[in-house]
């Protein structure tokens, strides 16, 4: 089956410690995107590539990394210079063709320790 | 600055009847929208979506509007099921499947339907 994968569903981090959270997918699309879900927030854009090997700043990007080394994998790094990561991360990745839909993955529940 | 807004942060509706789930935009630029429905712990799905060269996308039960004067477009679910309980969010985007291509989503409004 095709699709996006998150991993792990949970993760806890420790004060001052970096966390990876993984996104693959077998779709074969060409842009990936990372959005953070707060309650009552809606998402919002951290990072988004649109190639391998290339990304941008989405609208909340400090305190959080990212890669496109391949086309199937999108990893989020947050960072210890993030004050405040609980939050639910959501992946995402579209074809690249005209007006095509985001597919978003299961999500990663983020917590402080 | 909030681009998409959606001013209803709930809706309680009965079974069978209509749900309209409305959104507002800023973003003049913007020129192609999507709903998507999303339960708790999971991720969004896409529900429809509409050009802003047209003002009407039917799709089944749900059916989406734009009033590109008012830069308004709202989400109608007819007849209504439980199983529509979820949040629904509005999304919007400005480039058309260019390089720059990203959605911006509104806050998302909590439907709940009730049997």
């Known amino acids: 089956d095709g699709g996006i994968t998150q991993s792990p569903k949970y993760l806890f981090r420790k004060e001052g410690q970096n966390v990876t959270l993984s996104c693959e997918q077998n779709l074969n699309h060409d842009a990936m995107y990372w959005y953070r879900q707060d309650p009552g927030q809606g998402l919002r854009l951290i990072y988004y590539?649109?190639?391998?090997?290339?990304?941008q700043k989405g609208d909340i990007a400090e305190g959080y990394s990212v890669s496109r080394e391949k086309k199937e994998s999108f990893p989020l790094t947050v960072t210890s210079a993030q004050k405040n990561p609980t939050a639910f991360y959501l992946c995402a990745s579209r074809s690249g063709s005209l007006n095509e839909k985001l597919f978003f993955g299961s999500g990663t529940q983020l917590s402080v320790l | 600055d909030q681009q998409v807004k959606q001013n209803s942060p709930s809706l309680s509706v009965q079974e069978g009847r209509i749900s309209i789930l409305n959104c507002d935009y800023t973003n003049s630029m913007f020129d192609y929208f999507l709903w998507y429905k999303k339960y708790p712990a999971e991720g969004p799905t896409f529900l429809i979506s509409?050009?802003?060269?047209?003002d009407k996308n039917e799709d089944g039960r749900f059916t989406v509007f734009l009033n590109k004067s008012a830069k308004h477009l709202s989400l109608h679910i007819v007849p209504s099921q439980p199983g529509d309980s979820a949040v629904y969010f509005c999304a919007a985007s400005g480039h058309s499947g260019g390089s720059n291509y990203k959605l911006t989503f509104g806050k998302g409004t909590l439907l709940t339907v009730n049997p």
């Open positions: 509409i050009s802003s060269i047209k």
């Open positions: 590539s649109q190639i391998v090997n290339d990304f």
